[in-house]
Structures are given as C-alpha cells and as structure tokens.
C-alpha cells in the first residue's frame, strides 16, 4: 500500500501548557520501503507512529492508505483495517504474560476469529529463530525472544505495513544487533513496508530511507 502524509499536525493542550507534538509533516511511503525516524525524547517520534498507524487522532492533516483516509472512516472499519494491514512492535514487547509464546504470536487471530496458516506461521518462527521455544511462557524466554515473539504476532495477520517504536530500546546492544538484523531479514524476505523508530544510529543506517524528528519536525537525511 501507499502511504500519503499531508500537513500533518498534532497539538497537545492549549495556551501556557500548549505542545506541538507534530508539525506539519508531509511524506510519501511507497510499498515495500524500510524507513527509520531517529530523534531525541519528546521529538514526536511516538505520535507520529501512531498517527500514521491509526492509533491517534491528529490536529490537522491527513494520513491516506491507497487513497483513502483513514481518519475518515468509522471506528470499526478503522479497527479491522488495523487488525489486517498493521503490525506494531513495541519497545516494551506487551506479551501476555499467562500465555506461551505460541498463544501470544497467534492471538491477533483468535481476535479476527481465524485461523493460523501453518505453513507461514512455521516460516516466521522459523526465521525469527523461536521454532524451538513456542511452549514457553514469556518470563521463560531471554528479553530478545521475548521481543522476536512479539516481532511473529505483528507478522502473523500478514500485514502490509510493520511499525516499530524503539524495538530495541529495551534489549542490550548484542540481543538488539540480533533481534534488528531479523526484523531487516524479514523485511527483505516478506517485501513488507518498515517504518522503524530508533535511538541507534547503526539501527537507523540500515535503512533504505533516513529520517529525523526534531521539535516535532521531520526530515529526510537519506544520503542520495
Ligand atoms: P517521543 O516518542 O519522540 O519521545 P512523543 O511523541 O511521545 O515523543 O511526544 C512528543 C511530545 O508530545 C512531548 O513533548 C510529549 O510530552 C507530548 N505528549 C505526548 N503525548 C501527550 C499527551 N497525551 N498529552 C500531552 N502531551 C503529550
Ligand atoms: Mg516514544
């Protein structure tokens, strides 16, 4: 899908405590590109991310998916357009902790009252290299499988588009190496869209397209 922003605005409280979290922010996804967004605390990485996956309201501004605007449309569209395009990861994994990671990777699913297929879930946990570990429960698992558990359940609805906040801010640099040169095998090996959020400027160099947010303002840096 392609993704079009336009003047995308989003503005936190008003007068004395008013924060412009995004401003103005224009940019164009193609199908297929991996982009990463670096930037300091409190840049708007994180309201960007949700603005373009859905999980936000913006200001001003649109955000289209193919054409279609996805802050005018009904709340249930809105939801299963997320459900069946969307994968997010998140810095903090979010695994439920009484569930294996099996029942974690495939409850987006449960959800849409479906069922896995076998043969895709058997290629992702494969490449994320957690085939051998499906019984676990989360707190049975190192932080980095942890998170490429968490990494399967965003892939498992077969989305489109894979959003990623920080998916290494909580791993050590050897387990978050690791667990980004997955999620850039995947995106190379499935032709998703990456949209990944960043601190690590090793992270961020991997991608094909470079961004960064500064006071709510984003640029392209990509070296051309
Ligand atoms: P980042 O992810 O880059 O650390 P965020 O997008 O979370 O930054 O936040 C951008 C700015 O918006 C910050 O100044 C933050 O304090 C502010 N902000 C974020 N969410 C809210 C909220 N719900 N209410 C008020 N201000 C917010
Ligand atoms: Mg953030």
């Not at 590109?33 to 300091?40: A, E, K, N, Y």
């Not at 051998?132 to 980095?144: A, C, D, F, K, V």
């Not at 959020?197 to 070296?223: K, N, P």
Request: net charge neutral; proline share 4%; with cysteine.
């Amino acid at each position: 899908m392609n993704i079009e922003v336009k003047n995308l605005s989003k503005v936190y409280g008003s007068g004395e405590s008013k924060v412009i979290a995004l401003d103005k922010v224009n940019l164009g996804i193609a199908s297929g590109d991996c982009l990463s967004i670096m930037g300091p605390s409190g840049s708007g990485k994180s309201t960007l991310l949700h603005l373009l996956s859905g999980l936000d309201q913006p200001t001003t501004g649109s955000v289209t998916y193919d054409g279609k605007d996805i802050y005018h449309t009904n709340d249930r569209e809105l939801s299963a357009f997320r459900r069946q395009k969307i994968g997010f990861i998140f810095q903090q994994f979010n695994l439920l902790p009484v569930l294996t990671a099996k029942e974690n990777i495939i409850m987006p699913l449960l959800l849409d009252k479906k069922q896995p297929d076998q043969a895709y879930f058997k290629q992702i946990t494969e490449l994320l290299e957690i085939d051998g570990r499906l019984s676990h429960l989360p707190s049975e698992l190192s932080g980095g499988q942890q998170q490429r558990v968490a990494i399967a359940r965003a892939l498992i609805a077969k989305p489109d588009i894979i959003f990623a906040d920080e998916p290494t801010g909580n791993l050590d640099s050897k387990s978050g190496g690791e667990v980004m040169g997955l999620l850039h095998d995947i995106w190379h090996k499935l032709g998703k869209t990456l949209i990944l959020i960043t601190h690590d400027s090793r992270i961020a160099h991997m991608a094909d397209r470079q961004f960064v947010i500064a006071d709510g303002v984003l640029s392209e840096v990509t070296a051309k």
